[in-house]
């Protein structure tokens, strides 16, 4: 086995580390814990420190870690057949039997899918697909795409654009033009605090409702959306939102992308978010968990009105010219099947639901009255801390102070991972979904213990 410090000394000079402080990582300065094993809801590092993993890797490992059926799964597909393609009249058992998995849990008007490797590469099909839609529709004008400031969407040129985060445009020149952005239904950061969450809602579709009068409809093709708000500070719509929104897009002939890499599967206790808010999209992307990560999916799946059309359009020009060489690829997509069937036999979304309630009850009895926590909010198994300086005012903390870093790192000395989230002073957890409440209260308590002693 390779010395840790050699490890270390490789891994400074040649790896660039995605969302990372290179200068930081290339100096030294902040070091790398190197993950070697992991089990259930535990991860272990090299030096054998074992960690309650509270962000299930990134909102991905659904069914935890050391899953059996699925690694067997994956090496059984391997040693019979790596790889074929998708293209032009070839598929594989597994991609097959995983897309028809796939269309019998998703909500009932859609109609088919397509596979990627990332959330980010399947929203970019999405987006090519609601182009090519239009086109095939004789509305050439009508290519815009709205999304939401604080939406995450992926780190493409396209996608990174439809993130509503500064940190993924900064330097980047981005957004593109074809990208605008609307309000966050961020209820805690309101304006005006006499708002009630309906009112707030009706709010933010009239903002949205502004906005696309102000750019004219016929230029606007689709609004792109995640039912909970992830990476931008887990932020679960107020009352009333979803609906309020649909009703603008339907009254403009604009369609709705449900971005569901987070949700998709049972992260709300429900198999898709669409399902919990009442959305009927037009597309939803899928990642995560697919294949609660154990290889690299993703999906696209259409409705029956959009796959008409598409269907229409190759009748008319030929072969949909989009394809990626890994689209499908049998062993991933044997990852997924064993992971869908695991996550049934398992009852594992029941099991997202009811922990998912009970971890976001008590961290809330835990911490809602303290005077430097404005807001404990989640579903289903997403969960978020909101610390401030001042309860009252919602006054923000000093960034510079790195108050939720240092936290998050006094939880590790806990035992528990949980994540900073990118903007705002915002702890993030979305546990694997095997979390039982035992586990959950282990996460509170180290939560807790470490609010206190840092703040
Ligand atoms: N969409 C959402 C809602 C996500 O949370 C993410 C990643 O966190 C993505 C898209 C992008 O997925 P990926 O990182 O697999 O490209």
Known sequence: MLRNDQLDQWDRENFLHPSTHLGQHARGESATRIISKASGVYIEDRDGTRLLDAFAGLYCVNAGYGRTEVADAIADQAREL???????????????????????????????????????????????????????????????????????????????????????????????????????????????????????????????????????????????????????????????????????????????????????????????????????????????GLTSAYAPLSGSIVSDKVWKVLEQGTDENGPIGHGWTYSAHPICAAAGVANLKLIDDLGLVANAGSVGGYLNAAMKDALGDHPNVGDVRGEGLLCAVELVEEKATRKALDPTRKVTASIVSAMVEQGVIARVMPQGEIIGFAPPFCLSQGEADKIVDATTQAIKATL
């Not at 998703?106 to 099909?125: C, I, Q, R, W």
């Open 82 to 288: 790596a790889y074929y393609h998708s293209y032009v009249g070839h598929g594989t058992e597994a991609s097959i039997t995983l897309a028809k998995m796939i269309m019998d849990r998703a909500p009932a008007h859609m109609s088919k899918v397509y596979f990627g490797l990332s959330g980010s590469d399947a929203n970019e099909t999405n987006i090519k697909l609601i182009w090519y839609y239009n086109n095939i529709l004789g509305r050439p004008e009508k290519k815009k795409i709205i999304s939401r400031w604080r939406g995450y969407h992926g780190s493409g040129l396209m996608t990174g654009s439809l993130t509503g985060l500064e940190l993924f445009h900064k330097k980047f020149d981005l957004p593109l033009s074809q990208v605008i952005h609307t309000e966050a239904p961020y209820y805690y950061r309101r304006q005006d605090d006499s708002m009630s969450e309906e009112q707030f809602s009706a709010h933010c579709a009239a903002e949205l409702e502004a906005l696309i009068e102000r750019e004219g409809a016929d230029t606007i093709a689709a609004f792109i959306g995640e039912p909970v708000l992830g990476t931008g500070g887990i932020v679960p719509p107020p009352a009333g939102y979803w609906q309020a929104i649909q009703a603008v897009l339907e009254k403009h002939d604009i369609l709705l992308v449900a971005d569901e890499v987070i949700t998709g599967f049972g992260r709300l206790g429900t198999m898709f978010g669409s399902e919990h808010y009442g959305l009927k999209p037009d597309f939803i992307t899928i990642a995560k």
